[in-house]
């Protein structure tokens, strides 16, 4: 085995054949023809199918619950209720690997025993013949709740008397940051600015709900086959169970969207209950409207920041307070609020900065992973700030910006030296270019421009020491096999590795066969989650096509009698560098070295940096590996009748260090540019005392075709990230700015802010009459 | 979950008021585009339907004389692509372009739309402008209601269970005329409206001869603001009239509170846009 760790050389001015080029990903044929098969489209032999019974509301004692007509029904094979759990009753949250930090407790009931805790917290299982019998024994199910007293506001919640929800005190994570001296930071200000900003729960409305089919074959091993982000949860599952690791095989096939709603478990204990229960495969898709309720929506965050500013625009002191709201369970909060904590001072070096941060329990739904990873929140409102601090000092807000851009060589908030390039300023100038004039303003209309920088991480926090596997051969006929059990959540992350192998074999990325998502025949790569699937799933694709580029190599050298960096490998046939005359074919060389024993594949294993934590005094430690920087550009038209907000014009500018599939990249900032907007103004799952009153699509407002404003994705390469080839982690980087930028734009159109997101036709037409008023 | 159902499939209108004659709680089943999001929401308690997909008679554009008529089955998209709406019923074709997104365009009915009741049905505050009738047919007979009688409740009707609404008719506008329609929602696609106004407004030697104002989404049913009109009927328009039209159209609104939208923000958008599309309006025609 290979064993590398992180940060490599300088690879500027290499050649590349393929990475970095539009190539058709490997995936699409299969995808456009709709042959590709999703977790929901098995179907086996005796299957029975599933349903849950979600709680209707969000906090009650459970006094009883009758399933006896229900399980009296004809066809109906299993109904199964806390009562039968007595053994095991509890499912880790966490993620495999990570080791908790922070967290007291990530452990939550698998169904509700005696309370219920959250809107949609489940309490019966039932699998029958169809899933109109298992609606039907669920509709016969009777629940005799007592209503509670909840909480469901997070401040609130951490008031003297609140009704408990999680450990002895509702609090479910909390960190700080001191640094420097805050004192003589705001001493240096000639301006401090204060201002609190709030953003709402988002749901990740994913394609694809959330589907699986469970079943116990002849060698007694529990399969599941499910839509995850997270094969590994093979080992929670395990766990739940109380069955062996090696028992549990969970595969997944293509994924139709994730977006962090998949990365913890979702579906897969229960349907592996039911299928140890009935002795048969069970399935169950989720339909919508359960969907809302099965996954850990974005966690709102009410941010206060106060800032102290020299007149010539160099930041003094942050002093930051973030509070998010964790809802009934831990889950990932504690994770979510530590990329928050970490992010708060968006791209920005500020050497006196104190920064507290909570997560606190209510009764509302459980917040979870969701594409950005508290940064995003955090970005959002220190971006607002940056614009505001630009407004009372006179500066132009990219000039203030550039004054105070983090730079490689720098600390960032908890003392980690920044290595890679910090590109912020190339990608702000070109995405504001790229905006073009602005319009004029007309009876009706306003415009606005705005513009959002960031810095978010990828690859998963360091300490919880992150690998990831991966095997490539060529076979015989000159054609390359990869095993990695990347999942592949519809971002190319299967066809990325065909690209990177290619690169570096010479064989075409048609002539390569990835098999993915499934962890019991691959190798394990780590989960899709935290923009690390590319960079660590790719670079141990990397070393394990470069050992056998070198094993072959080496065999070849001997046979033209050159040294092995005298040969290349391209078109399927190698040759001698300076005399490309001298070539065999690719086939040819796989058997020639095959005939000398010369090893045709090989398994490597990639390490991200590791670090130790951080000073929970200061808050001072390494805990990300790398982290992308860039800016995302909007133009917007304000209706000041009624205030709404149409982005015209959509611009993101990031460094990618490195493009693999240039489509792919902009795939990404295209998909970003929606779900930022749709964060920016209409999405938001709306809560009365803990119940969802919003759980559909059609009062839950993501853009759709008809809201696509015009999209220019800018893609600058500065070939310094950790990833293979120099690149960065893109995925969740892309998104972090776009709802900023939208946000700025609009203030910029009506010449006041909103500290509320999402901005609504209401709340805009509010400010604007407000601000006509104060005038 | 769709809860299961009865569905007849008659290839006729006759075999269709059949269906509907006689029985219980049988309904009409168009375009399905309400029917099914009620289903599968616990909002429709029906569980026997009558579907018109195969009553192609039901489907067409017809124009004789200055008379246009429209069957019940037209859909949204068969609007759009007629040659001759755009002119004939420039709101309802203005409706009809902001109506859902594509797909819901190509299955949603007029007949639907207006007889689904809801207030917030887009094609309805359109027609109400051109002065719009509807043909009510059964087994036993025809009649024909002007859309202005049809509907007495959020979501009431005057529509009889054995009836079916067969076509939807109105006159071309007069040569100097105006018609508009604004759809405010929360987003561009697929939305709900939150604010629908539709204004026609005639002139003849700058005097208003005709005006027509309706509102959706701002109280339990589409209505027409007829305080409103009769300001402006007979005069000429100028900013101060048109301001005080508005506010009385605003003042005809019952609006509510929902997670869409406050009754307060309903109110004063169906103000702004009243007056926004009457300016426009008057400004077309002198
Ligand atoms: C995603 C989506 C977006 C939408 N966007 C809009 C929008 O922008 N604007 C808007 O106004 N609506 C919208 N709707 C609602 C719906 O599409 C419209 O109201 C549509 O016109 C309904 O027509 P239909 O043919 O689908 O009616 P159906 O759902 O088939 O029927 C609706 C009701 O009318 C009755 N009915 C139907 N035809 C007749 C008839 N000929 N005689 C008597 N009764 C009849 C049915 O019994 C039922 O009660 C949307 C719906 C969806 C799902």
């Known amino acids: 085995m290979n064993q590398t760790e992180a940060f490599p050389g300088s690879i500027a001015n290499v050649n590349l054949r393929q990475v970095g080029k539009n190539k058709p990903r490997n995936d699409a044929p299969t995808k456009v023809h709709g042959k590709a098969i999703y977790a929901g489209d098995f179907y086996m032999e005796d299957m029975l199918f599933a349903k849950v019974l979600h709680s209707d509301r969000a906090s009650a004692n459970i006094r009883n619950v009758d399933i006896s007509a229900a399980r009296a029904l004809r066809g109906v094979h299993s109904v199964l209720t806390a009562a039968d759990l007595t053994a095991c009753n509890a499912v880790m949250t966490d993620l495999p690997g990570q080791t908790g930090g922070g967290t007291k407790d990530t452990t939550q009931p698998i169904l509700a025993a005696d309370r219920v805790r959250f809107h949609g917290e489940p309490i019966a299982l039932i699998a029958a013949e169809s899933y109109e019998l298992a609606q039907q024994a669920l509709d016969l199910i009777v629940v005799d709740y007592e209503d509670t007293e909840g909480v469901y506001d997070p401040f609130d919640s951490q008031k003297p008397g609140a009704a408990i929800v999680y450990s002895d005190d509702n609090i479910v994570a909390d960190y700080k940051i001191r640094k420097g001296d805050i004192e003589k930071g705001f001493d240096e200000a000639d301006y401090v600015l204060q201002n609190t900003f709030t953003s709402q729960y988002q749901e990740q409305a994913f394609m694809e709900p959330e589907a699986a089919v469970a079943w116990v074959d002849e060698h007694e091993i529990l399969n599941i086959r499910s839509s995850t982000q997270v094969v590994e949860h093979f080992r929670a599952v395990a766990n739940a169970l109380g069955i062996p690791h090696n028992r549990v095989h969970l595969q997944a096939p293509y994924i139709g969207g994730g977006f962090g709603g998949k990365e913890v478990m979702t579906i897969e204990v229960w349907l592996a209950l039911l299928a140890m229960d009935t002795k048969r495969p069970v399935k169950l898709i989720q339909t919508r409207e359960n969907s809302f309720l099965s996954h850990g929506p974005r966690h709102p965050f009410t941010i206060t920041h106060k800032t102290g500013v020299t007149k010539d625009g160099k930041v003094t002191a942050m002093k930051i307070k973030l509070t998010s709201d964790a809802g009934a369970y831990a889950k990932l909060s504690p994770y979510i609020l530590l990329y928050a904590t970490v992010g708060a001072t968006g791209p920005y070096r500020v050497d006196n900065l104190w920064v507290d941060a909570t997560s606190a329990a209510t009764n509302n739904l459980p917040a979870c992973a969701f594409r950005g990873f508290g940064t995003m929140q955090a970005n959002t409102a220190c971006e607002a700030q940056m614009e505001e601090i630009a407004k009372l000092i006179g500066m132009d807000s990219l000039e203030l910006r550039r004054k105070n851009f983090i730079q490689p060589g720098d600390p960032n908030t908890t003392g980690q030296i920044i290595r890679s390039s910090v590109w912020c300023d190339q990608c702000a100038t070109q995405a504001l270019a790229a905006l073009g004039e602005q319009p004029s303003n007309s009876e009706h209309l306003v415009y606005g421009h705005g513009i959002a920088c960031y810095q978010q991480s990828y690859g998963r926090i360091r300490w919880m020491k992150d690998t990831s596997e991966s095997w490539v051969g060529l076979e015989m006929d000159g054609t390359a096999i990869v095993r990695c059990a990347v999942t592949d959540i519809g971002a190319g992350q299967m066809s990325a590795l065909a690209q990177i192998t290619g690169e570096i074999l010479g064989v075409p990325m048609d002539e390569i066969t990835v098999y993915f998502g499934d962890g019991h025949v691959n190798p394990l790569a780590g989960t899709s989650t935290a923009s690390r699937a590319l960079y660590m799933s790719g670079k141990a694709t990397e070393l394990a096509a470069r050992a056998v580029r070198d094993n072959l190599l080496q065999c070849m050298a001997r046979h033209f009698e050159v040294s092995p960096d005298e040969l290349d490998l391209a078109d399927s046939t190698v040759f001698v560098l300076d005399n490309p005359e001298r070539r065999m074919s690719i086939k040819d060389m796989v058997k020639l070295c095959a005939a000398e024993g010369v090893h045709r594949h090989n398994l490597s294993i990639f390490k991200a940096p590791p670090s130790e934590g951080l000073d929970p005094e200061t808050g001072q430690g390494e805990v990300f590996p790398d982290f992308t920087y860039g800016a995302h550009a909007a133009q917007v038209s304000v209706d000041i009748d009624t205030g709404e907000v149409t982005v015209i014009k959509s611009v993101g500018a990031h460094d990618v260090g490195q493009a693999i599939n240039l489509r792919a990249v902009e795939g990404q900032i295209e998909g970003s540019a929606l779900m930022g907007q749709g964060f920016a103004l209409s999405e938001e799952l709306i809560l009365e005392k803990g119940v969802l009153k919003n759980g559909s699509f059609s009062e839950y407002l993501i853009p759709t075709s008809e809201d696509v404003p015009e999209i220019q994705s800018i893609v600058l390469e500065s070939r310094s990230g950790l990833g293979p080839f120099g690149s960065k982690g893109i995925g969740e980087p892309v998104f972090a700015p776009v709802a900023a930028s939208i946000a700025n734009a609009v203030a910029d159109a009506i010449g006041t802010r909103i500290h509320d997101l999402p901005l609504t036709p209401e709340k805009v037409l509010r400010a604007i009459n407000e601000n006509k008023a104060s005038r | ?286």
């Not at chain 2, 309802?92 to 797909?103: P, S, V």
């Not at chain 2, 007889?115 to 049905?121: I, L, N, Q, V």
């Not at chain 2, 509102?215 to 005080?244: N, W």
Request: proline residues 4%; glycine residues 6%.
């Open chain 2, 1 to 286: 979950m769709l809860p299961p159902f009865d569905l007849s499939q008659p290839q006729s209108l006759a075999d269709a008021l059949q269906a509907l004659a006689g029985k219980g709680d049988t309904r009409p089943l168009a375009g399905a585009t309400n029917l099914v999001p009620d289903l599968r929401g616990k909002r429709e308690t029906c569980r026997d339907f009558v579907s018109l997909d195969g009553v192609n008679e039901l489907r067409y554009i017809k124009r004789d004389g200055d008379r246009v008529t429209l069957g019940a089955r037209t859909t949204m998209a068969d609007i759009l692509d007629d040659s001759g709406i755009r002119t004939d019923a420039p709101a309802l074709y203005a409706a009809a372009e902001i109506f859902a997104g594509r797909m819901v365009r190509t299955a949603a009915t007029i007949g639907g739309n207006v007889c689904c009741g809801s207030p917030s049905a887009d094609t309805v505050p359109a027609l109400l402008t051109v002065d719009a009738e509807v043909t009510l047919s059964s087994v036993s007979g025809q009649r024909t209601v002007a859309l202005d009688e049809f509907y007495i409740d959020y979501k009431k009707s005057v529509l009889r269970s054995d009836e079916l609404l067969t076509s939807v008719s109105w006159n071309v506008p007069p040569q100097n005329s105006a018609n508009l329609f604004y759809k405010l929602a929360r987003r561009k696609g697929d939305a709900i409206t939150v604010t629908g106004v539709a204004v026609m407004i005639a002139a003849e030697d700058g005097v208003c001869t005709r005006a027509r104002i309706a509102l959706g989404s701002v109280a339990p049913t589409v209505f027409r603001a007829s305080a409103a009109e009769d300001l402006l009927a007979g005069k000429a328009l100028d900013e101060a009239i048109i301001e005080q039209a508005a506010r009385a159209a605003a003042d005809q609104c019952a609006p509510i509170d929902d997670i869409r939208a406050s009754a307060d923000y309903r109110l004063q958008t169906a103000f702004s846009l009243t007056r926004r599309l009457l300016t426009q309006a008057w400004k077309q025609v002198s």
